[in-house]
């Protein structure tokens, strides 16, 4: 495959393991995903969709299930390369990131902030060293992130301008109460940094089972308007977003959303930033 070539990449899916026992979130109550997902799984819906790669995502908050999926990734031909878990706050935090790095499959981290209960965790200025060692090793910090993380992770961006930052799934709208408006703003503060980018992922979730194109559209105009189509990644969220939809109706749905968008635009959406921002600065393509 030629390096030139653009890529079709899915940015955000899971594989997990149950016994492993480090998922600490995935209980019987999520009933049809609490089960093993496994690249064979995957495969066909990645094929019959026309995507190349993906970018595999931590699902436990533990290095262990990270050298997990990077022994996946070594493995499974369509797994680019994988956003994985670091203790940041260790105090041999720089360390872990460099370890961590040394595989090229990593091409980011992840910790879990919406699970954290200080909304300020992401300001502490003991997780600074984490975030030298991840702009020294050219990585990606991936921002799992609510509305009311979002002024921590304003101060993380002042203080780290280096560090290039991807919004995971729009920053969770909360679309079931549909009180978007600090919401809105939020999206705004962070969109006027250049160094980050955001998930067209994980929306379907937010929005509940009786979600549709008109419960969805609001909040995908914001983030074009906001971050513009170049600074937007397409995320399938495989499997959670099972809960709410297909992968085939969330494939759908986002390319609908996007009707506007040149081909040009739509084709960054859909593969070329991901390619340039996780996968470039590794060497992964």
Same mark, same amino acid.
């Given at each position: 495959?030629?390096?030139?070539? @653009?890529?079709?990449?899915? #940015?955000? $899916?899971?594989?997990?393991?149950? #016994?492993?026992?480090?998922?600490?979130?995935?209980?019987?109550?999520?009933?049809?995903?609490?089960?093993?997902?496994?690249?064979?799984?995957?495969?066909?819906?990645?094929? !019959?969709?026309?995507?190349?790669?993906?970018?595999?995502?931590?699902? #436990?908050?533990?290095?262990?299930?990270?050298?997990? +999926?990077?022994?996946?990734?070594?493995?499974?031909?369509?797994? #680019?390369?994988?956003?994985?878990?670091?203790?940041?706050?260790?105090?041999?935090?720089?360390?872990?990131?460099?370890?961590?790095?040394?595989?090229?499959?990593?091409?980011?981290?992840?910790?879990?902030? $919406?699970?954290?209960?200080?909304?300020?965790?992401?300001a502490r200025d !003991? @997780?600074?060293?984490?975030?030298?060692?991840?702009?020294?090793?050219?990585?990606?910090?991936d921002a799992l992130?609510?509305?009311?993380?979002?002024?921590?992770? @304003?101060?993380?961006?002042? =203080?780290?301008?280096? @560090?290039?930052?991807?919004?995971?799934?729009?920053?969770?709208?909360?679309?079931?109460?549909?009180?978007?408006?600090?919401?809105?703003?939020?999206?705004?503060?962070?969109?006027?940094?250049?160094g980050t980018f955001?998930?067209?992922?994980?929306?379907?979730?937010?929005?509940?089972?009786?979600?549709?194109?008109?419960?969805?559209?609001?909040?995908?105009?914001?983030?074009?308007?906001?971050?513009?189509?170049?600074?937007?990644?397409?995320?399938?969220?495989?499997?959670?977003?099972? +809960?709410?939809?297909?992968?085939?109706?969330?494939?759908?749905?986002?390319?609908?959303?996007?009707?506007?968008? !040149?081909?040009?635009?739509?084709?960054?959406?859909?593969?070329?930033?991901? $390619?340039?921002?996780?996968?470039?600065?590794?060497? =992964? +393509?």
């Amino acid at each position: 495959m030629s390096e030139a070539r @653009l890529l079709r990449i899915d #940015a955000h $899916q899971h594989l997990w393991q149950i #016994a492993r026992g480090d998922y600490g979130w995935l209980t019987p109550a999520l009933g049809p995903i609490h089960r093993d997902f496994a690249p064979e799984d995957l495969a066909p819906l990645l094929a !019959s969709h026309g995507i190349d790669r993906t970018i595999l995502v931590q699902a #436990a908050p533990t290095e262990a299930e990270t050298r997990f +999926l990077l022994a996946i990734a070594a493995e499974t031909p369509f797994v #680019a390369g994988v956003v994985g878990w670091a203790d940041f706050e260790a105090p041999d935090a720089p360390a872990r990131v460099a370890a961590l790095a040394a595989d090229p499959l990593l091409v980011g981290l992840r910790p879990m902030v $919406q699970d954290i209960p200080d909304l300020a965790f992401l300001a502490r200025d !003991s @997780l600074a060293p984490a975030f030298a060692a991840m702009v020294a090793h050219g990585l990606v910090f991936d921002a799992l992130i609510k509305t009311p993380h979002i002024p921590a992770t @304003l101060a993380l961006l002042a =203080r780290e301008p280096r @560090l290039t930052v991807v919004i995971d799934h729009g920053a969770k709208p909360d679309l079931v109460a549909d009180d978007l408006a600090a919401w809105r703003e939020g999206i705004m503060a962070l969109a006027a940094h250049p160094g980050t980018f955001c998930k067209l992922s994980g929306l379907v979730t937010e929005a509940g089972p009786g979600w549709s194109l008109d419960t969805l559209h609001p909040v995908v105009d914001h983030l074009l308007m906001t971050f513009g189509p170049d600074r937007l990644i397409f995320g399938s969220d495989w499997p959670v977003v099972t +809960l709410r939809a297909s992968y085939e109706r969330w494939f759908d749905a986002a390319q609908t959303l996007l009707d506007g968008c !040149s081909e040009a635009q739509r084709a960054a959406i859909f593969g070329g930033t991901a $390619q340039r921002v996780y996968l470039a600065r590794r060497g =992964r +393509l």
